[in-house]
């Protein structure tokens, strides 16, 4: 069995990072930033491809039950699509997965939950989104404002909620499951969430999307992507966030932390960096 995942003993909780594989993003989708800048922040990190941004997924595993947040893009639009064949390796068929806990519905979190015949890839599973989340997609005056591009996204969404419509729980925030809180981190989306898991001797904090380019954005924290529903509130929270995880020594789990999965942000005399990936 491969055992070369990167994973977190937290004490009667395991984490495991999985990743799904990378999507490639332009850094003409980034603002408050020089794209030069960004190419240099890249090489100056030793990045080999400036423009990729990797897909993690974490299986958390407690007491016999085996959840996953989030799951990756599936091979939507060409990205990611490695999950399955990733948990393979840890031993896990998707049949054996209790649960998905979704951060938000952007495609390269919620296309590995259907497979290339449109059913549900984990069976087994309920699905657990946020309320706000799932009712901004599902209303139809949102569908309606948005562009074309995101009008896809939005239907996919509602296609997946649909598949996985008898085992769907929406939440707000607090225990999600024993050890497994949920923490609003509105900006990105409507709903987006972040996911505390709190083991018998440690603790970490999956933060979802906070940020895509972790290098740029770290050192720059006022840098917005353009699938940002509210960039200003997306930078707010990101800066809230990096405050509270410095300061506090919260280990970080991050959706596109690159294949490290894990890290601790601390702050420098400018922006932020990530240590400790071991």
């Given at each position: 069995?491969?055992?070369?995942?990167?994973?977190?003993?937290l004490g009667d909780i395991t984490v495991t990072a999985v990743s799904d594989g990378y999507l490639q993003v332009d850094f003409g989708m980034l603002s408050n930033v020089d794209e030069e800048e960004c190419r240099e922040i890249q090489r100056s990190a030793q990045v080999s491809e400036l423009n990729a941004v990797h897909i993690n997924t974490f299986l958390v595993r407690q007491k016999g039950k085996n959840i996953l947040i989030d799951s990756g893009a599936g091979g939507?639009?060409?990205?990611?699509?490695?999950?399955?064949?990733?948990?393979?390796?840890?031993?896990?068929?998707?049949?054996?997965?209790?649960?998905?806990?979704?951060?938000?519905?952007?495609?390269?979190?919620?296309?590995?939950?259907?497979?290339?015949?449109?059913?549900?890839?984990?069976?087994?599973?309920?699905?657990?989104?946020?309320?706000?989340?799932?009712?901004?997609?599902?209303?139809?005056?949102?569908?309606?404002?948005?562009?074309?591009?995101?009008?896809?996204?939005?239907?996919?969404?509602?296609?997946?909620?649909?598949?996985?419509?008898?085992?769907?729980?929406?939440?707000?925030?607090?225990?999600?499951?024993?050890?497994?809180?949920?923490?609003?981190?509105?900006?990105?989306?409507?709903?987006?969430?972040?996911?505390?898991?709190?083991?018998?001797?440690?603790?970490?904090?999956?933060?979802?999307?906070?940020?895509?380019?972790?290098?740029?954005?770290?050192?720059?924290?006022?840098?917005?992507?353009?699938?940002?529903?509210?960039?200003?509130?997306?930078?707010?929270?990101?800066?809230?966030?990096?405050?509270?995880?410095?300061?506090?020594?919260?280990?970080?789990?991050?959706?596109?932390?690159?294949?490290?999965?894990?890290?601790?942000?601390?702050?420098?005399?400018?922006?932020?960096?990530?240590?400790?990936?071991?």
């Open positions: 069995m491969n055992t070369n995942f990167p994973a977190r003993d939507v639009k060409g990205w990611g699509g490695r999950l399955v064949a990733n948990l393979d390796l840890l031993g896990i068929h998707p049949d054996n997965i209790d649960a998905v806990l979704l951060t938000h519905a952007h495609p390269d979190h919620i296309g590995g939950l259907l497979n290339a015949e449109g059913e549900a890839v984990f069976a087994n599973a309920e699905l657990v989104i946020s309320s706000d989340e799932f009712n901004y997609l599902e209303n139809d005056e949102n569908f309606a404002a948005v562009s074309d591009r995101v009008k896809g996204s939005f239907l996919l969404a509602r296609s997946i909620f649909k598949k996985y419509q008898k085992n769907l729980r929406l939440i707000d925030k607090g225990e999600v499951f024993p050890g497994v809180f949920a923490i609003p981190l509105k900006g990105h989306t409507p709903g987006h969430t972040g996911y505390r898991v709190e083991g018998s001797r440690d603790s970490l904090l999956i933060w979802g999307d906070i940020v895509h380019f972790p290098h740029i954005q770290l050192l720059k924290p006022d840098v917005a992507i353009a699938f940002d529903y509210d960039p200003q509130m997306a930078a707010e929270t990101r800066c809230r966030m990096l405050e509270m995880v410095s300061s506090d020594r919260v280990l970080v789990g991050g959706m596109h932390f690159g294949e490290q999965g894990f890290g601790y942000i601390e702050k420098r005399q400018s922006g932020y960096g990530i240590v400790d990936f071991h």
